[in-house]
């Protein structure tokens, strides 16, 4: 798990609820493990329950106070909105009731038939369902599902019945030898094989990148262990029937009440969706799945072996040295660069250890600085070589941000001498998106535009990271944490070319959700132009002089060629990220068409 430290932003540390989780979780989900925070809990099946809210990379968990057992509330796939709801519980008083922080979370759930689990209590005169092909007989064994039945009553019922499979370990504490005592269920896991030859940062996978697939999620028996063979392709048949009459899809709530002024719940839930989706529509990007080795089977035998913190520690460390040494090549800074930023998709661990070493981060801003505006300001033209290197940079360091918000030492290294670092990262991201070059329409300028176009879209993800790292400050007093979004705004306002660059972020924003394309938007294509709306939104709504300059030369664009439904159309309802996108989209439509005195009243609830 995360370790919390004093900043801020961050939650204090429970000793005994971590203590629980380490016991009863795999090692690898408890790693992910980002925060934990104890709210009343409001849904279907709990009425003002004080529980623990346990949040993770993939779901939220709920357990008692004090901890006994440990269940899914949602897992962020099925996620369609969390909001910040601006009202007083009556069920509180006081300060309680002055300082609560209501979250609503729409997710969605399977709407089961009233007859979904009365097949034991069938006539004799019902036949059984037809069976299975012999090769597929197996493959419906009883799932998780059953393990919320021995639950107490307040505990919320789980939502797909799968998302529960990486929870539920044989114990690790004496003092509960039986898992069953805990309300958990003991899972067979496979061995694990040792690595073929020594591992490197390309092998570090403690933590993979992306969701599994719901075929990983499900928890498959073996059937000589369990029952008989016959007896076995029985249930098999009478579970895929029941499944059929539980097709069904409606949407639930599930509402979170946390009684502090500081607390950090609804930041950390919108971090862990945003990260959520774009991870989950990144993976089914062919090449994205290569470039962190990520299987599309994921069967156990061909997982990469797992290797621990203290090595993952050791081989940061090599890595980092070889980075530091002086004189190194540009080549070989290339190569160390490539690795670090494989290495950091598939490991949030390594990325920890990225903000815990400060050198690191300040020679990447530094390398930066000098290779895409140090050569650059004297002869006025970019080369090929400044723009892969300064590309991969900034790919690096975006990819760095991920999942980390609740690290202590990002926070104290962004913050530290009022933000000089951050400052300095900002300014140098932004560039002027016109390519001056000696040779206009050559194949080399072909070459080099579009080079020019690969750093663009990463100096877009890199700020939109950062704009997440201001929505969490900008909670918080100025005193507290001053890295706010409209810090970042202007900040980067003072940069010669800021303008540009973000009217070139707006250009293919509009260009995409015009009719001029038809085609639909690939997995990046989608997740790039949800960062580029949250930047265009975050213009609107904290800056009214960056705002002015989006209204007057994108107004006609906005209000005549980008389309609510034309974006429909070009974002596949199978991403993730296309929702979101959708309601980006409509947030900034609207706000094209509102003086900047409304803009803040009308969104300040809704985040970014």
Same mark, same amino acid.
Request: charge should be neutral; charged fraction near 20%; hydrophobic fraction near 35%.
């Given at each position: 798990?995360?370790?919390?430290?004093?900043?801020?932003?961050?939650?204090?540390?429970?000793?005994?609820?971590?203590?629980?989780?380490?016991?009863?979780?795999?090692?690898? =989900?408890?790693?992910?493990?980002?925060?934990?925070?104890?709210?009343?809990?409001?849904?279907?099946?709990?009425?003002? @329950?004080?529980?623990?809210?346990?949040?993770?990379?993939?779901?939220?968990?709920?357990?008692?106070?004090?901890?006994?057992?440990?269940?899914?509330?949602?897992?962020?796939?099925?996620?369609?909105?969390?909001?910040?709801?601006?009202?007083? !519980?009556? +069920?509180?008083?006081?300060?309680?009731?002055?300082?609560?922080?209501?979250?609503?979370?729409?997710?969605?759930?399977?709407?089961?038939?009233?007859?979904?689990?009365?097949?034991?209590?069938?006539?004799?005169?019902?036949?059984?369902?037809?069976?299975?092909?012999?090769?597929?007989?197996?493959?419906?064994?009883?799932?998780?599902?059953? %393990?919320?039945?021995?639950? !107490?009553?307040?505990?919320?019922?789980?939502?797909?019945?799968?998302?529960?499979?990486?929870?539920?370990?044989?114990? &690790?504490?004496?003092?509960?030898?039986? !898992?069953?005592?805990?309300?958990?269920?003991?899972?067979?896991?496979?061995?694990?094989?040792?690595?073929?030859?020594? !591992?490197?940062?390309?092998?570090?996978?403690?933590?993979?990148?992306?969701?599994?697939?719901?075929?990983?999620?499900?928890?498959?028996?073996?059937?000589?262990?369990?029952?008989?063979?016959?007896?076995?392709?029985?249930?098999?048949?009478?579970?895929? &029937?029941?499944?059929?009459?539980?097709?069904?899809?409606?949407?639930?709530?599930?509402?979170?009440?946390?009684? $502090?002024?500081?607390?950090?719940?609804?930041?950390?839930?919108?971090?862990?969706?945003?990260?959520?989706?774009?991870?989950? %529509?990144?993976?089914?990007?062919?090449?994205?799945?290569?470039?962190?080795?990520?299987?599309?089977?994921?069967?156990?035998?061909?997982?990469?072996?797992?290797?621990? *913190?203290?090595?993952?520690?050791?081989?940061?460390?090599?890595?980092?040295?070889?980075? *530091?040494?002086?004189?190194?090549?540009?080549?070989?800074?290339?190569?160390?660069?490539?690795?670090?930023?494989?290495?950091?998709?598939?490991?949030?661990?390594?990325?920890?250890?990225?903000?815990?070493?400060?050198?690191?981060? @300040?020679?990447? =801003?530094?390398?930066?600085?000098?290779?895409?505006?140090?050569?650059?300001?004297?002869?006025?033209?970019?080369?090929?070589?400044?723009?892969?290197?300064?590309?991969?940079?900034?790919?690096?360091?975006?990819?760095?941000?991920?999942?980390?918000?609740?690290?202590?030492?990002?926070?104290?290294?962004?913050?530290?001498?009022?933000?000089?670092?951050? $400052?300095?990262?900002?300014?140098?991201?932004?560039?002027?998106?016109?390519?001056?070059?000696?040779?206009?329409?050559?194949?080399?300028?072909?070459?080099?535009?579009?080079?020019?176009?690969?750093?663009?879209?990463?100096?877009?993800?890199?700020?939109?990271?950062? *704009?997440? @790292?201001?929505?969490?400050?900008?909670?918080?007093?100025?005193?507290?944490? +001053?890295?706010?979004?409209?810090?970042?705004?202007?900040?980067?306002?003072?940069?010669?070319?800021?303008?540009?660059?973000?009217?070139?972020?707006?250009?293919?924003?509009?260009? @995409?959700?015009?009719?001029?394309?038809?085609?639909?938007?690939?997995?990046?294509?989608?997740?790039?132009?949800?960062?580029?709306?949250?930047?265009?939104?975050?213009?609107?709504?904290?800056?009214?002089? *960056?705002?002015?300059?989006?209204?007057?030369?994108?107004?006609?664009?906005?209000?005549?060629?980008?389309?609510?439904?034309?974006?429909?159309?070009?974002?596949?309802?199978?991403?993730?990220?296309?929702?979101?996108?959708?309601?980006?989209?409509?947030?900034?439509?609207?706000?094209?068409?509102?003086?900047?005195?409304?803009?803040?009243?009308?969104?300040?609830?809704?985040?970014?």
């Amino acid at each position: 798990m995360a370790r919390t430290g004093s900043g801020t932003l961050l939650c204090r540390r429970n000793i005994k609820l971590d203590s629980f989780l380490k016991r009863n979780t795999e090692r690898a =989900v408890y790693e992910r493990i980002r925060t934990y925070e104890p709210c009343v809990v409001i849904s279907e099946t709990i009425n003002k @329950v004080y529980m623990h809210v346990v949040l993770s990379d993939e779901c939220v968990y709920l357990t008692e106070y004090p901890p006994r057992t440990l269940t899914t509330a949602f897992s962020f796939r099925r996620v369609r909105d969390i909001e910040l709801v601006n009202d007083l !519980p009556d +069920f509180l008083s006081g300060k309680d009731r002055e300082l609560c922080q209501h979250v609503r979370i729409t997710y969605l759930t399977e709407k089961r038939a009233a007859k979904g689990r009365d097949w034991l209590r069938r006539g004799k005169r019902e036949g059984l369902p037809p069976a299975a092909p012999p090769s597929r007989r197996n493959s419906h064994s009883p799932t998780i599902i059953h %393990t919320l039945e021995g639950y !107490p009553a307040h505990m919320i019922q789980s939502e797909g019945g799968t998302d529960e499979v990486h929870l539920l370990p044989p114990t &690790r504490s004496a003092s509960w030898p039986n !898992p069953e005592s805990l309300g958990l269920l003991k899972v067979p896991h496979p061995p694990t094989q040792p690595p073929s030859k020594p !591992p490197s940062l390309y092998s570090l996978s403690s933590s993979p990148s992306v969701s599994p697939s719901p075929s990983d999620q499900r928890l498959n028996i073996s059937e000589s262990a369990q029952v008989p063979r016959r007896m076995g392709s029985v249930l098999s048949r009478l579970l895929r &029937r029941d499944g059929a009459y539980s097709r069904e899809e409606r949407e639930a709530e599930l509402h979170l009440y946390a009684v $502090s002024r500081t607390s950090r719940l609804y930041l950390h839930l919108q971090s862990s969706w945003n990260s959520y989706i774009i991870r989950s %529509t990144l993976s089914l990007d062919p090449l994205y799945r290569r470039r962190c080795s990520i299987l599309s089977d994921s069967t156990p035998d061909k997982r990469l072996p797992s290797i621990s *913190l203290e090595r993952t520690a050791h081989l940061f460390g090599q890595l980092s040295a070889e980075l *530091l040494q002086e004189e190194i090549s540009v080549e070989s800074l290339y190569m160390l660069l490539q690795e670090l930023r494989t290495a950091a998709h598939r490991n949030v661990a390594l990325r920890r250890l990225f903000w815990r070493s400060s050198e690191v981060c @300040v020679f990447l =801003v530094q390398t930066l600085e000098e290779s895409l505006h140090g050569c650059q300001s004297l002869s006025e033209v970019y080369t090929a070589d400044q723009l892969l290197l300064s590309t991969l940079i900034v790919q690096t360091l975006a990819v760095m941000f991920r999942e980390t918000e609740v690290e202590a030492a990002r926070h104290i290294l962004l913050s530290a001498k009022k933000g000089a670092l951050a $400052s300095r990262m900002l300014l140098a991201l932004i560039c002027d998106p016109e390519l001056q070059t000696e040779n206009q329409g050559s194949l080399a300028d072909c070459e080099l535009q579009a080079l020019l176009a690969d750093y663009l879209d990463a100096a877009c993800s890199l700020l939109f990271e950062m *704009l997440l @790292v201001g929505q969490e400050a900008s909670r918080c007093s100025p005193a507290e944490n +001053f890295v706010s979004v409209g810090w970042i705004l202007r900040v980067i306002q003072t940069h010669p070319h800021l303008l540009d660059f973000l009217s070139y972020q707006a250009q293919h924003v509009v260009l @995409v959700l015009s009719d001029l394309q038809e085609s639909f938007l690939s997995p990046a294509q989608s997740v790039l132009l949800f960062q580029r709306c949250r930047l265009l939104l975050a213009c609107l709504q904290y800056n009214s002089q *960056l705002a002015q300059h989006l209204r007057s030369h994108f107004r006609e664009e906005f209000r005549y060629s980008v389309k609510l439904s034309c974006a429909g159309e070009k974002l596949p309802l199978q991403y993730p990220i296309s929702q979101p996108t959708l309601r980006l989209v409509e947030q900034i439509l609207t706000l094209h068409r509102l003086p900047h005195t409304n803009t803040r009243a009308l969104t300040s609830e809704k985040g970014l």
